[in-house]
């Protein structure tokens, strides 16, 4: 692949943790497999007062963290470091000092006008930062045959509402092909690969229809509580967090229908009507199709933990939902009467994210004990743990009779033992690096999940904590048995087990 052309990253929100957890490390991952482009500058800004130096080393120490100071190759790390600047930034008030050093850095590195801007701040920073960029950061860029884009990060508003509004001030500076909603759930290397399972075997994608499949789940359950982002997540809620962005551009990828080329904006069209196709659940149709959870004190990992409730910045009457798990119906051709079982949650037994597609039963049964009453046949596409694809199906047990058991033939990543795996960050930002919008949200898909969403947080928001259930941190979540017959998915090992 080819380096991306000569340009240099301003990256907004440098002191944060989005930027020393995920974007460093990903750009030094860059760096060190020579992905980055040949003469770059990573530029941070914050309000923090920090120099260039203190910033740097800032930097290492996270890299140390994360790779310990073994796994690190210091020479590689100062070279990688050289590229790196800081400048201190109030976008409210602040003279012309950001844009001043972009220029100067440009101009002492031989760079060309070509900037991406990375807006790794919270919500209510962003129009004021876009509007200084637009103010000062330009200069006459498309002029000067150069480009800019930016890289926003989530949550793209609370609603339909406030999304456009934020899109609005984004149009007021860039164009839509400029802008790079980054959903990172997309950066992933098994989210990528459901494209190709789908429309690279022929296997697969003539079953992947009402005709052949039963139900669909899709889930994102984590272990870990809501850390110290108590008051994001009051604003959120898992609704918010996981399924308006990540699970439904999931959701988006595994019912697309085959998109004539692999173009960006063709990608981006057929994901789009999958979002337009979905059946919005209204008034009473909420509760027998959505479930909300919170989860009460337990234990995770062996230790005691409290409850929602009890979490830093959190109110102690919330009624915010830590766990949702939806039913939803695709209303088009392909997809009639096929449930979506979408589950996300906090403070679950395990980490676990994937899709499973359930196919339906042979017509008749012929064997004894066949696959336990259900259907012999799943694709379960694993994103965590151990990223990889599984294929179940029936076998005869050995011995005599004809007794039924399911098995599976499972395809790890691991195996794939001279591949380097890139994090989500690193494909992401070297995609927006490139100018490749394949893999970030379209305003239109944004506003259309967006229309899915509202009615469910409304219909929440004016039935305050009715049909709100609790779940222990630590267990598989909340009971769901009243509520459908599908069982939700549970925490069992699928990897290496002896299966007759
Ligand atoms: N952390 C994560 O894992 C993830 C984060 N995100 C999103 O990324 C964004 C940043 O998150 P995170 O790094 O965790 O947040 P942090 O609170 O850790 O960092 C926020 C950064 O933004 C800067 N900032 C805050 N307010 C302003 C302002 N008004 N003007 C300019 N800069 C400002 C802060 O520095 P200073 O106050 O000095 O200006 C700091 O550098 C959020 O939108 C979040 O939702 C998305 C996915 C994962
Ligand atoms: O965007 C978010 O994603 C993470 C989960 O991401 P993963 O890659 O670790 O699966 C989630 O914890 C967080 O709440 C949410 O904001």
Known sequence: MNRPEDQVLVIFGASGDLTKRMLMPSLYELHVRQMLPERFVILGTSRKSMSDE??????????????????????????????VFYQPFDPVGGADELGERVMFLMEENAIPMQVVYYLATPPNSQQAITKYI??????????????????VEKPFGTSLETAKELDKSLLQVFCEQEIYRIDHFLGKETVQNILVLR????????????????YVEIYALE?????????????????????????????????MESPATMEPEVIRDETVKVLRSLR??????IPRNVVRAQYVAGESKGQPVVGYLQEKDVAPNSDMETYVALKVFIDNWRWSHVPFYIYTGKRLKDKRSGVVIHFKSTPHKLFQGQCEGSSCNQLIIRMTPDEGVMLKFGLKMPGGGFTVKQVGMDFLYASLC?????????????????????????????????KFIDPIVNYWREHP????????????????????????????????????
């Open 223 to 255: 272990s870990l509580g809501i850390e110290n982002r108590g008051k994001y997540y009051e604003t959120a809620g898992a609704l918010r967090d996981m399924v308006q962005n990540h699970l439904m551009q999931l959701l988006a990828f595994v019912a």
């Open 418 to 450: 001279n591949n380097y795996l890139p994090g989500a960050y690193e494909r992401l930002l070297l995609d927006a690096m490139q100018g490749d919008s394949m893999l970030y949200t379209r305003d239109d898909a944004l506003e259309a999940s967006w």
């Open 54 to 83: 203190e910033f740097r080393l800032s930097i290492r120490l996270m890299l140390e963290e994360l790779k310990g100071e073994k796994g690190l190759d210091g020479e590689e790390v100062d070279r990688f470091l050289q590229k």
């Open 465 to 500: 904590g009715e049909h709100l259930r609790t779940y222990a941190a630590g267990s598989e979540g909340p009971d769901l048995s009243d509520v459908w017959d599908v069982a939700p998915p549970v925490s069992k090992e699928d990897k290496n087990v002896c299966w007759l």
């Open 280 to 285: 919005q659940w209204k008034g009473e149709d």
């Open 134 to 151: 637009g103010r000062s950061c330009l200069f006459g860029v498309k002029e000067r045959g150069g480009w800019h884009r930016i890289v």
């Open 199 to 214: 429309f690279a075997n022929e296997i697969f994608e003539s079953l992947w229809n009402r005709n052949y499949v039963d």
